[in-house]
Nanobody, 126 residues
Framework: QVQLQESGGGSVQSGGSLRLSCAAS????????MAWFRQAPGKEREGIAT???????TYADSVKGRFTISRDNAKNTLYLQMNSLKPEDTAMYYC????????????????????WGQGTQVTVSS
């Protein structure tokens, strides 16, 4: 079992930055593919970034070049640095963990997520 708790969300103006954190507890965190998903009002939840056990990353085109996912296995913590934020980034952001190596990418991980956090709201105003 893995418990995930996000923090760091908030309100920011367009062009601003935020850093999300996800604290993990329970089973060996370092064994999991970790990811950030988001869900905007009226839309489906979408994967935006993943990081595998050797810190290889994938990004959705919508965030590539602006967001950076990272993990600190010593602290059991996942991060998402979000720069150049846009109003369309407004969403609830979720941390996720999946015990998979082959499908650790933003477009494939969704059905293989084993654990979800509760989410943290990010609101970007124009």
């Amino acid at each position: 079992q893995v418990q995930l708790q996000e923090s760091g969300g908030g309100s920011v103006q367009s062009g601003g930055s935020l850093r999300l954190s996800c604290a993990a507890s329970g089973s060996p965190y370092s064994s999991y593919c970790m990811a950030w998903f988001r869900q905007a009002p009226g839309k489906e939840r979408e994967g935006i970034a993943t990081i595998n056990t050797v810190s290889s990353t994938t990004y959705a085109d919508s965030v590539k070049g602006r967001f950076t996912i990272s993990r600190d296995n010593a602290k059991n913590t996942l991060y998402l640095q979000m720069n150049s934020l846009k109003p369309e980034d407004t969403a609830m952001y979720y941390c996720a963990a999946g015990l998979t190596a082959s499908y650790c990418d933003y477009s494939s991980l969704g059905p293989r997520v084993s654990y979800w956090g509760q989410g943290t709201q990010v609101t970007v105003s124009s």
